[in-house]
């Protein structure tokens, strides 16, 4: 099956969320509105979702934290020591029969003296992608820290029946949460009968929370649930001249016996 749970909407200045702060939610009516209509609010509070993007809402984003505080999943860019974004690094192609294989790096992050290798192969067979991540780190004193790796994903919906993360719970794809001590994070869409899975190595803090804005429809302003930002946090503690490495893999499988509503 091709799915398509990437494409997640970066989201950026829209000319109507100039007005969204002066809508209001409509009393009850029968009368019918067109989008040429003085726009009106589905709910109250839709202002709040109006947040932008700093980077694309891409996978694989990363930088490196201070030790301690809780970060925000959706925005963690603002408390990071250091960002990978979209900082220029070399670039290995290795193409062969069996995978694809890409591997980026760079010496130095934000004048840190921390060397960054990051490998991403995509195997010929199966619906997945690893990951391996090696640091070094150069500086005169013990780096303590955390690396965190982001993923925007989507699949069909976020607060609907059938869709949820795979946690004690089960709380739905437009769920806020996190956890520590995991080693893996599913996302389970019911209704297209399939689950998508995160594991890394070692134990980790795992953070979720979903990516909405605010659109434009004949029925007024609304929210739009976009996907699902996922932070997974490891903890770093490296002497001068060590270095620290961790696997992951994204993959996605079909539910065993899943009734496929349509």
């Known amino acids: 099956r091709d799915l398509d749970v990437a494409d997640v909407l970066t989201r950026r200045p829209e000319g109507y969320h100039a007005r969204v702060g002066d809508s209001r939610v409509p009393a009850p009516s029968d009368a019918v509105t067109t989008i040429h209509a003085g726009a009106t609010a589905r709910e109250a509070g839709l202002a709040a979702l109006l947040e932008y993007d700093r980077f694309r809402r891409a996978s694989l984003l990363d930088g490196l934290f201070g030790d301690g505080a809780a970060v925000s999943p959706l925005h963690p860019w603002e408390a ?135 659109s434009l429809s004949e029925s007024g302003f609304e929210r739009i649930y976009q996907g699902a930002a996922l932070l997974v946090l490891w903890p770093l503690r490296l002497p001068p001249g060590a270095t620290w490495e961790m696997a992951l893999e994204l993959g996605l499988s079909e539910l065993a016996g899943a009734s496929v509503e349509r």
Request: with cysteine.
């Open 80 to 214: 990071a020591r250091a960002v990978v974004g979209e900082r220029p690094m070399t670039r290995t192609l290795h193409v062969s029969a069996d995978a694809v294989e890409i591997v980026c790096a760079v010496d130095r992050l934000d004048e840190l003296p921390l060397a960054l290798e990051k490998t991403v192969t995509v195997p010929q067979a199966g619906a997945r992608v690893d990951i391996r991540y090696r640091l070094r780190w150069e500086g005169r004193g013990l780096l303590v820290a955390r690396w965190g790796v982001q993923f925007n994903l989507a699949l069909s919906a976020g607060d609907a029946p059938g869709r949820y993360f795979r946690v004690p719970g089960r709380p739905s794809l437009g769920s806020r949460g996190r956890l520590d001590g995991r080693r893996a994070l599913a996302m389970v869409d019911e209704w297209l009968g399939c689950e998508l899975g995160l594991r890394w190595a070692g134990a980790g803090e795992v953070a979720w929370a979903p990516v909405e804005t605010v």
